[in-house]
């Protein structure tokens, strides 16, 4: 199994261009979450969807849009990128996170490093 | 909002000593998860506990959950240079399935 892939690993963008950071899971896992990560602020939650056309908002949604009409897919799209933008990405799946019920926790896709100049 | 705050936020020790870090959440949690996320990676999911009091042991590493289910602790025994990272706890916010993360503690190992 590939697990949660991300794609691109790496990526430069001007301010106000838009762009989507795929994210993809072959464990047939309902819930899945895009995170931020900033130096000093550990990893912030944008947003969440608990299974295929259901997303809600996390901790800092403003200016990023996700979908999931899928099980396996989940993207996340910048709408108008700024520099605040900056940060590592990372997509996480779960079979039952936040229920108690699994023991697994997260799985971790190898995260998308945005610049925006 | 939720809160879930770790202290230290950085922590240096030699290689052989112990450490801790204290996961503190303002608000009761279900349970509480751990994770290591080594430099330049991504976290990895270590432990999940649910229960008041419970403690769990993975070799080296001691998780606790507090009695009030707001609070957490890690330590690690003897550390190795392996042991180095980032170590997260996270929770379930409101609704449970919002999973807020803490904002880490970041662990070096010097031989």
């Known amino acids: 199994n590939a697990g949660v892939t991300q794609t691109p690993k790496f990526q430069v963008l001007k301010t106000g261009q838009s762009m989507t950071l795929q994210c993809a899971q072959d464990m047939n896992h309902e819930y899945m979450s895009w995170y931020r990560q900033d130096p000093g602020m550990g990893l912030r939650l944008i947003h969440y969807s608990v299974g295929a056309g259901i997303t809600d908002q996390g901790e800092v949604p403003n200016g990023y849009n996700v979908s999931r009409s899928t099980t396996e897919d989940f993207p996340l799209r910048l709408l108008s990128a700024a520099p605040s933008q900056t940060s590592v990405y990372f997509c996480?799946?779960?079979?039952?996170?936040?229920?108690?019920?699994?023991?697994?926790?997260?799985?971790f896709g190898s995260g998308t490093r945005l610049t925006v100049v | 909002g939720q809160q879930v705050m770790q202290i230290p936020q950085y922590q240096h020790v030699q290689e052989g000593e112990d450490f801790t870090t204290y996961c503190n959440s303002s608000t009761t949690l279900s349970n509480i998860q751990w994770y290591k996320q080594r430099p330049g990676g991504h976290p990895v999911f270590l432990i999940q506990l649910v229960k008041s009091g419970e403690v769990k042991k993975q070799k080296r590493l001691t998780f606790q959950f507090g009695e009030a289910k707001k609070n957490s602790s890690l330590h690690i025994t003897a550390t190795q240079t392996t042991d180095v990272g980032t170590y997260f706890c996270a929770g379930p916010g409101a609704p449970r399935l919002k999973y807020i993360f803490g904002t880490g503690t970041r662990l070096k190992v010097l031989a």
């Open positions: 996480a799946s779960s079979n039952s996170v936040g229920t108690g019920m699994s023991a697994y926790g997260y799985t």
